[in-house]
């Protein structure tokens, strides 16, 4: 097996050797190159101690000369696929993890094996040389084979070194479509617990990746664990309310993936990305797009535009196309639970059901009403309103909440009448309705 590496990574090690420390990529990088994949990081292991490894380069960082890990810049002339920093780790061997996230110490070792022992899963305690090949003392290579992620060593016991690894080997069962190893799996049953010892970001981190992968179905093993008590403490009533069905093919964006997963419970949605403790962007985006999925259809192209001006035309467009995915999958149901309370009512009436082709025809009238919307430039937030507060100081109205209401009445004519945008044609609208003196 070879695997081909940055310019970079080879020139790291091929100077490390040359002052006589053996040197190897490692970890996640290997795992990917067996698999064909591209690797998101490149990582090297040394024999080689942090104040020699910065001796030998000229541009090193101290990221995490603690735990034995220094960035090493190679020279421009190295630098391929636009890769310049690679971290570089000394071998160790790690102390105590009283915390359950991190070593209290670590010590530094001469050997190779001890260093990939003390790693979180086969798969990822491989090394690799561009003469001596993969070194494998934990059968990563046979596990990729299975397709099954197992833990190096005793699981509980590097569960119990780090909590987060319980998250991590879901997510990469997700990723790389794996199943989990038995033994792993019945580890994070046991010790789901010590996840309240990890920060909501990191949990977030593992979440949002899993989420982001081929396969987001795979949350339901959060819940089956009994991991998500320790997500935020609203994270079980997902599945309360019926965990939904995930689209692998979905844009990878937090707003769309986190709020086709939170779609079920709209009113919660909210505090549990909060509680996650995202970005700001990501909490209201998220939110708002699953509230759409419960919010009742719009029936004319003025109250589509009013939904538009409400939040954007992307999530609107998102999320009708993320509506008709649904639809169109053959197993999945044309109601969610969340609507299945309405349905029954609308049973008990005697009101008119739609039948699924009935409702792919709406969803698809409604992205053409949206084609059209941005074909013709239709003003959908006030900053493409014609008529300004400026506008409006001239014809004599003072700043303040009058102007604003004159403003927001003027802007909902436009999203009647799209083509009343128009400076002239608002102030005679304004006039006639006797907001404006004429």
């Known amino acids: 097996m070879k695997i081909t590496m940055p310019k970079g990574a080879e020139f790291i090690i091929r100077s490390l050797e040359n002052a006589g420390f053996e040197a ?65 780790t000394t071998y160790r061997i790690d102390g105590e993890y009283t915390d359950h996230r991190h070593p209290n110490a670590v010590s530094f070792t001469g050997s190779l094996e001890e260093d990939l022992a003390r790693r979180d899963f086969t798969i990822n305690a491989m090394a690799y040389h561009m003469e ?73 981190v593992e979440l949002w990746k899993l989420l982001a992968s081929a396969h987001p179905d795979k949350v339901e093993m959060f819940f089956s664990t009994g991991l998500a008590p320790y997500i935020t403490e609203d994270f079980p009533k997902i599945q309360e309310s019926g965990i939904p069905k995930l689209l692998p093919f979905a844009p990878v964006e937090k707003i769309v993936r986190f709020g086709l997963f939170l779609r079920n419970v709209p009113d919660l949605a909210r505090k549990i990305l909060r509680d996650l403790k995202l970005d700001r962007e990501s909490i209201e985006g998220g939110s708002h797009f699953a509230a759409l999925f419960s919010e009742e259809e719009v029936e004319s192209p003025y109250a589509l535009r009013k939904r538009i001006a409400r939040y954007g035309l992307k999530m609107v467009r998102d999320f009708y196309e993320m509506r008709l995915a649904l639809l169109q999958q053959d197993e999945e149901e044309l109601y969610s639970p969340l609507e299945s309370d309405l349905l029954e009512a609308k049973r008990r009436t005697g009101e008119i059901i739609i039948t699924k082709k009935q409702a792919e025809s709406i969803v698809k009238e409604r992205l053409l009403w949206i084609t059209k919307v941005e074909s013709e430039k239709n003003c959908v937030s006030l900053s493409e309103l014609m008529l300004s507060g400026k506008d409006l100081i001239s014809l004599g109205v003072s700043p303040g909440k009058r102007m604003g209401e004159i403003l927001q009445l003027a802007f909902d004519r436009v999203l009647q009448e799209p083509k009343e945008n128009e400076k002239e044609k608002l102030i005679s609208y304004l006039q006639e309705s006797g907001l404006l003196d004429s």
């Not at 292991?45 to 190679?74: M, Y």
């Open 132 to 204: 001596r090949g993969i070194i494998d003392p934990f059968h990563g290579q046979e596990d990729l084979e299975k397709k099954i992620v197992r833990a190096v060593g005793k699981a509980k016991d590097r569960f119990a070194e780090d909590a987060l690894r319980m998250m991590r080997g879901i997510r990469f069962s997700a990723q790389l479509d794996f199943s989990l190893d038995e033994e792993a799996y019945l580890g994070i049953e046991s010790l789901k617990e010590s996840l309240e010892n990890v920060s909501k970001e990191r949990i977030a």
């Open 24 to 88: 190897y990529i490692v970890g996640g990088c290997v795992r990917d190159g067996i698999l064909g994949r591209d690797p998101e990081d490149w990582d090297i292991t040394t024999i080689a101690k942090p104040d020699e490894i910065k001796r030998i380069f000229s541009h090193t960082v101290d990221t995490g000369i603690e735990h034995g890990t220094v960035t090493v810049l190679v020279p421009p002339e190295e630098v391929e696929r636009g890769i310049r920093s690679f971290e570089v």
